[in-house]
């Protein structure tokens, strides 16, 4: 099953020749122009490489496809499109046993398989804390009270009349790889780091909405966000956080109204904090002078330290990575090149550096970063590798712009313990046997 | 119809006193903190503004919804989720008649309800001449040959082992905003802009499988790019462009893999221009030293001049803007606060600026970009306004990053006289009656 959710395509043998033995050199040597070197040298071998196989070109050429010589279906087949039937093994699953409840449970996004920074909005990861429900926009209001001159009710007509922005953003869940603090190593990076997703998202400062109401800024130095589902999830968001422009009252995803499953019609998005302050089925803020001590941000989401005492309020998601691609659950099929690509993001800014090393951490090599790099957002980088057969300990180490470094697992267990459920940002290891098979370590 | 298609929540009243007389001065002497005064201002005029009801507040703190009081739905309950049904009035539409056969027809997107830059891929446009087919991805084949010294046949395996790319860019028809040459005015910014769309794409550089097949890119000064549907839509590329290394061999799309509709498994990415050329279920690469003159390249896709004779080979989409709210169908419910937005494109780089008239061009005023400005990448931009019932003339004008403006229909009619399909590039005007009814003008 494991197999089967990677990504064909990932696992095929190795185009035989791919690359000749200077070009190997310089990917181990990690010269920056392997690339061309290792194409040209490739090309050199000419016929043969890269899974040419005649027989093939001349299905190509001599006998074309039904596709190709029929009438195909018509436009707005799917007035909403959707995935190939071929790709519908690419799905959110749910960790069965994870909860008892399947409606306060999780659904991951499956890493393994996806591409880029943007997540498809059908592939979006869930948290739901007493299911998720579906609210007709036109019903729906926002209240805004507590300290301000002029409390107010929304309805979501008027919010969307004002003025709104647009930013791409990772949500990342404060549980993320939470298994991995108790030395369980969950078999995929779908389990592991699924719990993550990126999108653009569109709605109003919240900013703009507390002046609008008058809100007393000066006293009132934190926010209450209360959701609309049977939860009555509420957390408590610094002022500071408000002020930064950077919290809004979202509406949009990826260019379409939110999905039900992602607070439809309204969320709270809180940049570089953990998805659980994203509030969704926004209903209610609250401006106040102190933090609201609400359950989930008392009792849960905090962090047991070694000395029994319980970490409150610690919401930002520090700097992190993972490879999705080689990643547990996944196998090489044979020896050669692969690229090795994976994500990484920090709640403090941008991205500055993502460094890999496929032989557990003696070694570490540069990523390529694609652009754009964004802050508080996913940065997916890729490095090349020739794997050899033998035996390999892959892992990614990113740096971000305030020059906090990703710790190792055994870093963090000096300073946080065992029995923490949140807030685990530890390098990931995914280990490559003789026999390709790619499988969770913990070192 | 046209109204229905026009997103709830952007035609409400407006809100009373939203703004107080010194914001409205401010708005209209395009003050750039207006913001701020108009919201302190509206703030300073307390309860009662911006919809706010206090039956609502009650309702909202008295009256608790069933969906507050209840178990929701599981996580995972769609394995790959779906916009909300109260939503499902926001899709793509073919224009009834546009074409003889819907296999070979458009559908368009829903710009008028859409935010940011990023398509939602259920909501892509579909451009096909011979409708769409569903290939399965380890049956498919690539064949790369002409004047390259290893011809070879890829399988999607082998091309996805390649080092890939990812990055955002907009796909425009050719024939966009077509209808408008004779003086037809499309009643809705879906049927007159709709077929444009922005996403993220992954793929390999067209560059790289080149030099991996050796091609004599000396004198193989064009790429044949032929698609596996049944029309056999073959399209030259000159090299230049590939050596540039914009151009991409794509099978991701947001993430996941292309939609069939959009060329699922494979298609060529040519950022900036037209979508034509971006072929799709891509099969075959020959390396050429002249235009291969192919079917949809000298006979279709001209441009008809004055003089009779057919421009040929006119591919890149020269920077173009327009509003897409408030647009055609739509319907201004109440004077006061609105924010117009739209989008912002050029195929020749990153736009540099948008200026909004509400006067039909007499005064302009920058408008607002939001970031990421990305090059061949959509552009979103925002100028607030407050209407005060009387007639306007809304219109955007873009300037891209080689200092080129988008043309008026007039002027480019001077060139272009008025017997062309494709590449109308020209401002686009939105006329707003003192009902408040937003209909397509053209001056």
Redesign the interface.
């Known amino acids: 099953m494991m197999f089967a959710e990677s990504?064909?395509?990932?696992?095929?043998?190795?185009?035989e020749n791919?690359l000749d033995a200077e070009a190997i050199r310089a990917v181990q040597s990690g010269r920056r122009d392997f690339?061309?070197s290792a194409?040209?040298g490739?090309?050199?071998?000419?016929?043969g490489?890269?899974?040419?196989?005649?027989a093939?070109?001349e299905?190509?050429?001599l006998e074309p496809?039904p596709?190709?010589?029929?009438?195909?279906?018509?436009?707005?087949?799917?007035?909403?499109?959707?995935?190939?039937?071929?790709?519908s093994n690419?799905?959110?699953?749910?960790s069965p046993g994870l909860t008892r409840?399947?409606?306060a449970?999780?659904?991951f996004s499956p890493l393994q398989?996806?591409?880029?920074?943007?997540?498809?909005?059908?592939?979006?990861f869930?948290?739901?804390h007493?299911?998720?429900?579906?609210?007709?926009?036109?019903?729906h209001?926002l209240?805004v009270m507590g300290m301000v001159?002029?409390?107010?009710?929304?309805?979501?007509?008027?919010?969307?009349?004002?003025?709104?922005?647009?930013?791409?953003h990772f949500i990342e869940c404060g549980a993320n790889t939470g298994m991995e603090w108790g030395n369980v190593a969950v078999p995929t990076v779908q389990y592991t780091h699924g719990m993550l997703s990126c999108?653009?998202?569109?709605g109003v400062r919240l900013k703009?909405v507390l002046?609008?109401?008058?809100a007393d800024i000066r006293r009132g130095r934190f926010v209450l966000a209360e959701g609309?589902?049977?939860s009555?999830m509420t957390r408590t968001i610094p002022m500071e956080l408000v002020e930064s422009g950077e919290v809004m009252l979202a509406?949009?995803m990826?260019?379409?109204?939110l999905?039900?499953?992602?607070g439809?019609?309204l969320r709270l998005v809180v940049p570089g904090v953990q998805g659980v302050s994203w509030v969704k089925?926004l209903?209610?803020i609250e401006v106040g002078d102190q933090p609201f001590g609400a359950k989930d941000e008392v009792l849960h989401y905090t962090d047991l330290m070694p000395d029994g005492t319980h970490r409150q309020y610690t919401s930002i998601q520090e700097a992190k990575s993972v490879i999705t691609s080689p990643s547990g659950g996944q196998r090489l099929t044979a020896t050669g090149?692969?690229?090795i690509?994976g994500l990484a993001w920090s709640g403090r800014g941008k991205v500055a550096r993502v460094d890999v090393s496929v032989d557990g951490g003696r070694n570490w090599k540069t990523a390529t970063l694609?652009?754009?790099i964004?802050s508080k957002c996913l940065t997916?980088f890729?490095l090349?590798w020739v794997w050899n057969g033998g035996e390999a300990l892959l892992a990614s180490r990113v740096t971000d712009s305030t020059g906090y470094v990703q710790p190792t697992m055994r870093q963090l267990r000096a300073v946080r313990g065992t029995r923490s459920i949140y807030h685990n940002n530890a390098i990931q290891n995914w280990q490559v046997a003789k026999s390709g098979e790619v499988s969770n370590v913990q070192l």
Not at 7 to 15: D, K, N, S, Y
Not at 42 to 47: C, E, H, P, T
Request: aromatic residues 8%; charged residues 20%; glycine residues 10%.
């Open positions: 990504r064909p395509g990932r696992l095929v043998r190795a185009p791919f690339l061309r194409l040209a490739a090309a050199a071998v000419g016929a490489t890269a899974g040419a196989q005649s093939d070109g299905k190509v050429i496809q596709h190709a010589t029929s009438l195909g279906k018509p436009v707005a087949a799917s007035p909403y499109g959707m995935p190939s039937k071929y790709e690419l799905a959110r699953r749910e409840v399947s409606a449970s999780v659904s398989g996806m591409f880029g920074i943007i997540t498809a909005s059908g592939l979006h869930e948290r739901h007493q299911g998720f429900v579906e609210i007709d926009p036109a019903e209001r209240m001159r002029a409390p107010k009710v929304y309805t979501m007509e008027a919010l969307m009349r004002l003025p709104s922005v647009s930013r791409m999108s653009e998202f569109t703009d002046a609008h109401c008058g609309g589902d049977g009555g509406w949009g990826n260019g379409e109204m999905r039900p499953e992602n439809y019609p089925w209903r209610r090149y692969y690229t690509t694609q652009t754009p964004l997916r890729t090349p």
